[in-house]
């Protein structure tokens, strides 16, 4: 036996095929390439339009509509979508699980999903009440979360163990990329409107080219359950039996996102109100965080992939981004000049890169049931979405109550401290 096979030996002896998966390595042998693609452009189908109109159109057009009441707005909102989204995850991904139709049983649903969404952004553009568009939002955020818990799914669904890091490095790296949309955002803060057009349009054609990669065929085959409580149960309910680990890993998600979001949602007030740049430069600086977590992210999530799967680890990279995240906290804290934003900016982009390379992985490794992954991930994909809502509110709380923009800084380190202590507590994932 040569050195490299015997390293290659070892390297797979280092991580056993998970119980859980659906789809063997013995069965796929070969990297699905369109998958992958689909992949890549998943988070420009749900994520990008919607966190984007979210986190910088919206904000700049409630200061247009009520320039008092737009650190309150923003709140009111993300508190209805938060709501939406707890229920949307479990009950999309609950429905997509027992779906049988001729198209698969995700497509119907992230295909339905991406034409809602898109369709009611284009709706908000029009409006003018902060009623009408706490109401509306609601909707995009169900038709949000519907797309991804379905997405996220079909990876349980369809592919082998050994490729698993693989296609998460790929729906990472769109994940970060998606900085492309946000810089395009930035350029319509003088037109929220216009620029909510664009992210519709854009987050429908991704979602038209998403499903026609995935390539998901007919489930019809698939027996079909039969009701019964038990049934509805094992659909709808949090996962309990074997499940210790996943909810260590949905609780560490939750906690990262948070930390991170906190910062984030309020990074145009945050540079124009405690950093005190005009307009202009607010929109310049934003394009430069931008710019920086796109080509940092993508550089370190292309590198944390292969590198975890080459070791054998995903905790411990899940867990020491995350801490990084929170240490890129003190700059901005120490100094409201515009430079140490960016710093922040740089080491935030390396954790970010980092921690979406691996941590898809490491959330198929803990599912505890592999018939209820649509439902299960859903959980998991609530806390990603569910933490960068409620971190609105958080950090709403925080500016009112706690010290102006100043305290957003230190209040993230710790949740994010709290988020790598979380992911550590793990067990069955080296």
Known sequence: MSKKDEKDLKAGESVPEPTNAKVTNAEQPKFPKL??????????????PAGNVRNTLLPQYFSQIDPSGKVAA??????????????????????????????????PWILGGTIVESGLICVVANLHDLWAIVVIWGFVAAAENAVAAAMVAQEADRIA?????????????????????TMIAAQFLGNPKMGMYVMAGSGFVMGI????????????????????????????????????????AVAGKLMMVMGGTIATAYMLYILT??????????????????????????IFTA????????????????????????????????????WTILTYAVL???????????DGALNLAVLPNAET???????????????????????SLIVTYLGGYKAIFPASFVIELIGAFLIFRIKSVK
């Open 303 to 338: 590198i944390s992939g292969p590198v975890a799967d080459r070791i054998g680890r995903l905790k411990a990279p899940v867990a020491l981004s995350t801490l990084l995240i929170g240490i890129a906290q003190f700059f901005p804290f120490f100094d409201n000049k515009p």
């Open 74 to 107: 923003i709140a009111i909102m993300a508190s209805v979508s938060s709501i939406v989204a707890a229920i949307a995850n479990i009950l999309f991904g609950g429905l997509s699980d027992i779906t049988r139709t001729r198209w698969g049983k995700r497509k």
């Open 161 to 181: 163990p050994k490729w698993r890091g693989t296609i998460s490095t790929l729906y990472g790296i769109g994940y970060t990329a998606i900085q492309v949309m």
């Open 373 to 395: 992954s649509g439902k299960d991930m859903g959980f998991i994909n609530l806390a990603n979405t569910f933490s960068q809502i409620s971190g609105t509110v958080v950090a």
């Open 35 to 48: 998958f992958g693609l689909a992949m890549l452009l998943g988070p420009f189908v749900w994520l990008a």
């Open 273 to 298: 109100d405690y950093m005190h740049l005009g307009q202009q430069s607010a929109g310049k600086t934003l394009s430069e965080i931008s710019m920086i977590n796109l080509v940092f992210g993508v």
């Open 209 to 248: 080219l998403h499903v026609l990669f995935a390539h998901e065929g007919s489930n019809l085959d698939e027996p079909r359950e039969k009701f019964s409580w038990r049934a509805l149960w094992l659909h709808f309910s949090l996962p309990t039996v074997g499940a210790r680990d996943y909810w260590y």
């Open 348 to 358: 935030a982009a390396i954790g970010n890169g980092v921690y979406n390379a691996v």
